[in-house]
Antibody
Framework: VQLVQSGGDLVQPGGSLRLSCVASQFTFSDYWMNWVRQAPGRGLEWVATIKEDGSERYYLASVRGRFTVSRDNTKNSLILQLSRLRLEDTAVYYC?????????????????WGQGSLVTVSS | QSVLTQPPSASGTPGQTVTISCSGSNSNIGSNYVSWFQQVPGTAPKLLIYWNDQWPSGVPDRFSGSKSGTSASLAISGLRSEDEADYYCATWDESLSGVVFGGGTKVTVL
């Protein structure tokens, strides 16, 4: 199982950014996928979850309406579109594989993680 | 302030057993499975325990998880120097409709 991330960058407050996570070595369309972030020196914070077919999405309250999680099962890719970025969104963002289809978003067996993408929001 | 409460630190000598607690409520731990993650600083988290007490392949059984009511715990037996890391509990919260993590516990091997 491999998850390779790209897209982290320095961005000004109010700006936008697109994070990508490309999966390989497993059937991507069979799994829920997730984003988790970690601010510098802080703990883990869940950001978003998307069902295997994209029909269900869940967001952390503070990012709802600003971030959008999506997936392209034909390209084995997971996307997190970040907009109206705030200073407090500065963090390393990880993608993580979740539960297999048939299980729900409540099964937190995040067994494979990407390498992380650093998003820095600063003027 | 995290929804799930963990002690900030724990320690033990090699060979000892260290136990980390994770306290929540009926809307999270009380009604959903708990997972535990290990994170060495500067690296991605690693799944240690899922569905309260299950091991992913490759995780030694020195790590064990349990849950009772609105609390869960992770025990590390036969403590080794390579167990020095940060440990996080996580579960789904029905009220928030999202995943909640504990604040993390830093384990030090003395």
């Amino acid at each position: 199982v491999q998850l390779v991330q790209s897209g982290g960058d320095l961005v000004q407050p109010g700006g936008s950014l697109r994070l990508s996570c490309v999966a390989s070595q497993f059937t991507f369309s069979d799994y829920w996928m997730n984003w988790v972030r970690q601010a510098p020196g802080r703990g883990l914070e869940w950001v978003a979850t998307i069902k295997e077919d994209g029909s269900e999405r869940y967001y952390l309250a503070s990012v709802r309406g600003r971030f959008t999680v999506s997936r392209d099962n034909t390209k084995n890719s997971l996307i997190l579109q970040l907009s109206r970025l705030r200073l407090e969104d500065t963090a390393v963002y990880y993608c993580a594989r979740g539960a297999i289809a048939g299980h729900g978003a409540t099964r937190i067996n995040y067994d494979s993680w990407g390498q992380g993408s650093l998003v820095t929001v600063s003027s | 302030q995290s929804v799930l409460t963990q002690p900030p630190s724990a320690s033990g000598t090699p060979g000892q057993t260290v136990t980390i607690s994770c306290s929540g409520s009926n809307s999270n731990i009380g009604s959903n499975y708990v997972s535990w993650f290990q994170q060495v600083p500067g690296t991605a988290p690693k799944l240690l325990i899922y569905w309260n007490d299950q091991w992913p392949s490759g995780v030694p059984d020195r790590f064990s998880g349990s849950k009772s009511g609105t609390s869960a715990s992770l025990a590390i037996s036969g403590l080794r120097s390579e167990d020095e890391a940060d440990y996080y509990c996580a579960t789904w919260d029905e009220s928030l409709s999202g995943v909640v993590f504990g604040g993390g516990t830093k384990v030090t091997v003395l």
